[in-house]
């Protein structure tokens, strides 16, 4: 086992991350700086990767019922485990969110990391942004790597891959987003780590996916009906965007296209079922 570093959050990403990575992880509860002052002192980790966060019980809409969950998960923790890393010198690992902006599907500009984050619609992605500005901030100084994630898509199931969403529903929208396919994203965070990187970093596919696209290569293999509404018929509000991977690619590192690793997710995806 890695145990110069520690995964905190046992959640979807936090659990896969640890196991990928063959890593300690902790998954008690966080609320104060002497908190995580302890866990440091028991781990003594060289890296942290804070994969605490909430994203609702059922869906993003939940957050605005729980706010004060939402906003210690998503910024006051994330603050507390900046400062004591930045108190120890130990590197931090954030795992952030695309869900922050709005986006021109006519100029069909990819957003770079660069691009200032605009979409408040949600109580969720403005707590996204409150600790990513934190945070970024922060790195002047700081060892701290903001890796952001947007719609995981996993090949193996699970209630927050999309995939096992999107086979719950009858109706979809048909619109491109970027999607990152936690595999691939897993070999980049290493890659990251490994060189010690700092800033920030979008972790998508190259190319973004349209819901259809995925639920075509499932029916390949099992029968699946659906049909597809505009997005205007949407009652929840959404964000719906592409990001740019140039970042990542300016490192050498490869990034596949959604249309690569398609076929591969849902093959090994039905081995699990």
Same mark, same amino acid.
């Given at each position: 086992?890695?145990?110069?570093?520690?995964?905190?959050?046992?959640?979807?990403?936090?659990?896969?991350?640890?196991?990928?990575?063959?890593?300690?992880?902790?998954?008690?509860?966080?609320?104060?700086?002497?908190?995580?002052? +302890?866990? !440091?002192? $028991?781990? /003594?980790?060289?890296?942290? =990767?804070?994969?605490?966060?909430?994203?609702? @019980?059922?869906?993003?809409?939940?957050?605005?019922?729980?706010?004060?969950?939402?906003?210690?998960?998503?910024?006051?923790?994330?603050?507390?485990?900046?400062?004591?890393?930045?108190?120890?010198?130990?590197?931090?690992?954030?795992?952030?969110?695309?869900?922050?902006?709005?986006?021109?599907?006519?100029?069909?500009?990819?957003?770079?990391?660069?691009?200032?984050?605009?979409?408040?619609?949600?109580?969720?992605?403005?707590?996204?942004?409150?600790?990513?500005?934190?945070?970024?901030?922060?790195?002047?100084?700081?060892?701290?790597?903001?890796?952001?994630?947007?719609?995981?898509?996993?090949?193996?199931?699970?209630?927050?891959?999309?995939?096992?969403?999107?086979?719950?529903?009858? +109706?979809? !929208?048909? $619109?491109? /987003?970027?999607?990152?396919? =936690?595999?691939?994203?897993?070999?980049?965070? @290493?890659?990251?780590?490994?060189?010690?990187?700092?800033?920030?970093?979008?972790?998508?596919?190259?190319?973004?996916?349209?819901?259809?696209?995925?639920?075509?290569?499932?029916?390949?293999?099992?029968?699946?009906?659906?049909?597809?509404?505009?997005?205007?018929?949407?009652?929840?509000?959404?964000?719906?965007?592409?990001?740019?991977?140039?970042?990542?690619?300016?490192?050498?590192?490869?990034?596949?296209?959604?249309?690569?690793?398609?076929?591969?997710?849902?093959?090994?995806?039905?081995?699990?079922?």
């Amino acid at each position: 086992m890695n145990r110069k570093i520690l995964v905190l959050g046992k959640g979807f990403i936090g659990k896969r991350i640890a196991r990928f990575l063959d890593c300690s992880i902790f998954g008690g509860k966080i609320y104060t700086y002497e908190g995580i002052r +302890k866990v !440091i002192s $028991i781990y /003594n980790p060289e890296v942290i =990767i804070n994969c605490i966060g909430s994203t609702g @019980k059922k869906n993003v809409d939940d957050c605005e019922i729980d706010k004060d969950k939402t906003l210690n998960a998503n910024v006051f923790v994330p603050l507390i485990i900046a400062e004591a890393c930045f108190r120890k010198n130990i590197k931090l690992v954030h795992i952030s969110s695309g869900c922050i902006y709005h986006y021109d599907y006519e100029k069909n500009i990819p957003l770079t990391e660069e691009d200032e984050p605009d979409f408040y619609e949600l109580f969720y992605s403005r707590t996204k942004v409150y600790s990513e500005k934190s945070l970024l901030w922060l790195s002047k100084k700081a060892n701290i790597l903001i890796t952001r994630i947007r719609i995981p898509l996993d090949d193996r199931p699970h209630p927050k891959n999309i995939l096992d969403k999107l086979l719950k529903y009858k +109706k979809i !929208i048909d $619109i491109p /987003n970027s999607i990152t396919y =936690i595999p691939d994203f897993l070999k980049i965070l @290493k890659t990251l780590i490994e060189r010690d990187e700092k800033g920030l970093f979008n972790i998508v596919c190259k190319t973004p996916l349209r819901y259809p696209m995925l639920l075509d290569e499932f029916k390949k293999y099992r029968p699946f009906d659906y049909e597809i509404i505009p997005l205007s018929a949407l009652k929840s509000v959404r964000t719906n965007l592409i990001l740019s991977t140039s970042k990542l690619e300016s490192l050498g590192i490869k990034v596949r296209k959604s249309e690569e690793v398609i076929p591969e997710c849902v093959k090994n995806y039905l081995s699990y079922l």
